[in-house]
């Protein structure tokens, strides 16, 4: 009878070398770190300072001596902007992505975990706010307070917490009827220790997960609010606004006042989905 080799089981990859294999995630990942680290150290790095002006070399163009990527209609370096402006992009956008995150989880595994009336009185209230314009919320909040950060903060959590809430609430109603919640109120847990405990661990990657895009999506969001100003005010430099000023000048033959901080919020937006998407295969194989 002739012996028929079998092939060894593939040994299952561990979750960083799943991550190190999707491309996408590593690029997003090193483009992120790169980001990040030019963001805290633009002090040092930018050649000007990012507000001063001079009235006699405005809109210069691109590879200019001294100014790599030109000047804007005010004299201001484009390249010493740029690196300033990516640190409130970042700063407002993963805040207030955090602030949801925390916000519609506990809200989420409250409602999942509720009784049937509190919890469909509250699930009706976050609909509620699916319906509320965001853009009526940001605007209601620079008349109440100025202009600024604190208003992209405001808004982005407002409009983040409903959807958050929603992927908690969902995953938690399943979670609920799984057997290991069953084997832990027969040993006599209590609802808090089984939240904290048991369902919660489980529910982390894909809170994670989606908080990662969520900041991506967010990047794009409060620049357009700062491009109407309601963000980051003048003279701080601000990627959203650095754009809205930009498109003044579009048709005078300086493109790249407007176009370098469009392609760095797209890659920096393209980065945090990568991460997302590569984050989800290393949790969620």
Do not use: C
């Amino acid at each position: 009878m002739t012996a028929v080799s079998v092939a060894p089981p593939r040994l299952r990859r561990s979750p960083a070398a799943r991550f190190v294999r999707n491309r996408e995630a590593l690029l997003g990942l090193l483009v992120l770190v790169a980001v990040v680290g030019i963001s805290v150290l633009a002090p040092w790095l930018a050649p000007h300072d990012p507000n001063a002006g001079d009235p006699l070399d405005v809109l210069s163009p691109v590879g200019t001596p001294g100014h790599l990527l030109g000047t804007d209609d005010q004299g201001r370096d484009v390249l010493s902007r740029l690196l300033y402006g990516g640190r409130g992009a970042l700063v407002v956008s993963i805040v207030s992505v955090a602030t949801a995150l925390l916000i519609g989880t506990l809200i989420g595994l409250y409602g999942a975990f509720a009784g049937r009336r509190t919890s469909n009185l509250l699930m009706r209230g976050i609909d509620l706010l699916f319906a509320f314009p965001v853009i009526l919320v940001a605007l209601s909040l620079a008349a109440i307070v100025r202009p600024g950060p604190w208003v992209l903060i405001g808004t982005v959590i407002f409009g983040a917490v409903p959807y958050v809430t929603r992927i908690v609430y969902a995953e938690a109603k399943i979670e609920r009827e799984k057997d290991y919640v069953e084997a832990a109120r027969s040993l006599g847990a209590s609802e808090a220790e089984i939240l904290r405990t048991e369902v919660l661990p489980n529910l982390v990657s894909s809170v994670v997960i989606y908080g990662t895009s969520l900041v991506g999506v967010n990047i794009v969001f409060t620049a357009s609010l700062s491009a109407l100003g309601l963000g980051i005010q003048p003279p701080d430099a601000d990627w959203g606004r650095m754009i809205s000023e930009g498109a003044k000048v579009l048709v005078n033959g300086s493109p790249g006042v407007a176009t370098f901080p469009a392609v760095a919020i797209l890659l920096v937006a393209l980065a945090f989905n990568w991460l997302g998407d590569g984050l989800r295969d290393v949790l969620n194989p």
